[in-house]
């Protein structure tokens, strides 16, 4: 594990594109009357209603608008492995998010416990296939053989692949500058840690020492990830856990999820790096591999879905094109705007409920069916995650798409129960969903 390397805090590109909406009308103060009862009426439902993001939660809700938001992720390296399941058991008793940077290799051997941290709504990020230092920093090639290997095991169990990323022993003095490049123009969002748990440091570190640890923030920092391990012999971290989590709790923090979509917090190249010497890959390579790839998730987009006053986030590789069409996995979108999902083995088919209405996704037949409207075709099964289009899921759920737009950092589908001319215009304009 580094000792105490320097970190920058990268800022991603590209701004985001504002529509501004001119109302030429005379009657202005009719305008602004409707514009106070509408914020009225939302300030009141805001209340009650909250739909977090695809991996974890979303924006921050503060009671006190002049307190600035602090966070802690708490991040997992190296697994699954034997300590996992106790993990997620002590996540989900405290009701606490976590981001999870797995290995391919144990992911082939814990599938379950792979989908079982993304049906609790935890993040996947990814951490090479079998962490060995020597062969992932000796060439870039190698490195992004493994990612890439990673990113399929992942997406056979859960139908996505994450663009998430953690270095093995951390980029300090592992990653040149073309390492950091390379990776972002492929679509991905290397991140490091600010907190070290120190439970790799040694063998058995006791769990007092991995609890000072993991509590020591930065100076000034509204911002923690703590780096533990759920991977080999880290018992004393699943004894630690309840602890580090009461402390964040008690001092303020709120838990969240690692987005691809955050700032990376990453350690500085280190000047005199053992792999110094070692040649980046030659263009026609990077051509053919790196740049190509970046768009396995829609430039890094983001698609963000209202329904009326509820509002959910996929992040980029939770969600995917196929064609035209948008899909989205039932369970994980049912559950953001408060529907839920039940499995039924002897038919093979997902039963989604939202309010008043039952939705089944028959993975046999491929249909999507409520009463009295069946979509044929339209269900894919992957990895035990049950995946459907989202206009047509939608449509199930008795809405309309009103809107489709898009900017440089997402796409937005407004949905609710009427369709205009303009919003025809809308979806035709992009031809999807």
């Known amino acids: 594990m580094v000792q105490r390397p320097e970190f920058r805090i990268k800022e991603l590109g590209g701004n985001s594109a504002t529509t501004i909406h001119m109302f030429l009308s005379g009657q202005?103060?009719?305008?602004?009357?409707?514009?106070?009862?509408?914020?009225?009426?939302?300030?009141?439902?805001?209340?009650?209603a909250y739909a977090s993001s695809a991996s974890g939660s979303g924006d921050p809700i503060s009671e006190d608008k002049n307190t600035q938001d602090k966070v802690v992720y708490l991040s997992f390296d190296d697994?699954?492995?034997?300590?996992?399941?106790?993990?997620?058991?002590?996540?989900?008793?405290?009701?606490?998010?976590?981001?999870?940077?797995?290995?391919?290799?144990?992911?082939?051997?814990?599938?379950?416990?792979?989908?079982?941290?993304?049906?609790?709504?935890?993040?996947?990020?990814?951490?090479?296939?079998?962490?060995?230092y020597e062969q992932l920093y000796s060439d870039f090639k190698v490195f992004w053989k493994q990612i890439k290997q990673t990113e399929e095991v992942l997406e056979r169990i859960t139908g996505f692949r994450p663009n998430l990323v953690r270095a093995p022993g951390g980029t300090y003095g592992h990653f040149d500058q073309s390492y950091f490049d390379l990776l972002q123009l492929g679509g991905y969002t290397v991140m490091d840690w600010n907190v070290d748990s120190g439970d790799s440091k040694r063998k058995g570190v006791p769990a007092k020492e991995i609890l000072s640890n993991s509590t020591k923030v930065p100076a000034g920092a509204r911002s923690v990830i703590v780096l533990m391990h759920d991977g080999g012999a880290h018992a004393e971290t699943v004894k630690a856990l309840p602890g580090i989590i009461k402390y964040y709790r008690d001092h303020g923090y709120r838990f969240d999820t690692i987005k691809s979509t955050d700032q990376p917090v990453q350690f500085r190249v280190h000047p005199d790096g053992k792999y110094k010497a070692r040649k980046a890959p030659g263009k026609a390579w990077i051509a053919e591999h790196v740049e190509v790839n970046a768009t396995l998730w829609l430039a890094s987009k983001k698609l963000k879905v209202e329904v009326g006053l509820t509002a959910a986030t996929l992040q980029p590789g939770e969600f995917r094109m196929e064609g035209q069409r948008i899909m989205v996995p039932l369970r994980t979108f049912m559950k953001k705007f408060g529907g839920s999902t039940r499995w039924d083995s002897e038919t093979r088919t997902a039963i989604a409920v939202w309010k008043e209405r039952t939705i089944h996704a028959d993975s046999v037949s491929g249909t999507l069916t409520t009463t009295g409207a069946t979509e044929t075709g339209a269900v894919q099964s992957q990895g035990g995650t049950i995946w459907v289009p989202l206009r047509e899921l939608l449509e199930q759920m008795g809405l309309r798409v009103n809107s489709l737009t898009s900017n440089e950092a997402e796409w937005t589908v407004k949905a609710g129960t009427s369709r205009s001319i303009s919003a025809m215009n809308s979806i035709f304009e992009y031809k999807m969903i």
């Not at 009719?30 to 009650?48: H, K, N, Q």
């Not at 797995?102 to 992911?107: C, D, F, H, P, S």
């Open 79 to 132: 697994g699954p492995g034997n300590h996992t399941r106790e993990v997620l058991d002590i996540l989900r008793k405290e009701k606490v998010l976590a981001t999870f940077f797995v290995l391919g290799e144990q992911a082939e051997r814990y599938p379950e416990l792979i989908r079982g941290l993304v049906e609790d709504g935890h993040a996947l990020g990814n951490h090479t296939f079998n962490h060995q």
């Open 28 to 48: 202005w103060y009719v305008i602004l009357m409707r514009i106070a009862i509408l914020l009225c009426a939302f300030a009141v439902y805001a209340g009650t």
